[in-house]
Nanobody
Framework: QVQLVESGGGLVQVGGSLRLSCAAS????????MGWFRQGPGKEREFVAA????????YYADSVKGRFTISRDNAKNTVYLQMNSLKPEDTAVYYC????????????????WGQGTQVTVSS
């Protein structure tokens, strides 16, 4: 069993920045790839970013490429999402997840999920 707790969400103005954190406990964190997804109002949950178990292979959705950076600290069992140049369309609940399957972009590849943290970007 893995427990994930996200933090760092909040209200920010357009162009601002936030850093999300996801603290993991339970299974050996460093053995797994991790991902961030988001779900906006009335929308399906969508892929945002992912990182390999060793932290050397990041993946990004086109919509956030160049603005968001995913990283991890295996010593702290924590994965981060640095979000810069935020836009109103980034408003969503952000979830971190542990990848237990093969495809980094699909929600079905992630077996454990946090409760989410709200990010609201005001214009």
């Amino acid at each position: 069993q893995v427990q994930l707790v996200e933090s760092g969400g909040g209200l920010v103005q357009v162009g601002g920045s936030l850093r999300l954190s996801c603290a993991a406990s339970g299974r050996t964190f460093s053995n797994y790839g991790m991902g961030w997804f988001r779900q906006g109002p009335g929308k399906e949950r969508e892929f945002v970013a992912a990182i390999s178990w060793g932290g050397r292979l990041p993946y990004y959705a086109d919509s956030v490429k160049g603005r968001f950076t995913i990283s991890r600290d295996n010593a702290k069992n924590t994965v981060y999402l640095q979000m810069n140049s935020l836009k109103p369309e980034d408003t969503a609940v952000y979830y971190c997840a542990v990848r237990t399957g093969s495809n980094v972009y699909y929600t079905s590849s992630y077996g454990y999920w946090g409760q989410g943290t709200q990010v609201t970007v005001s214009s």
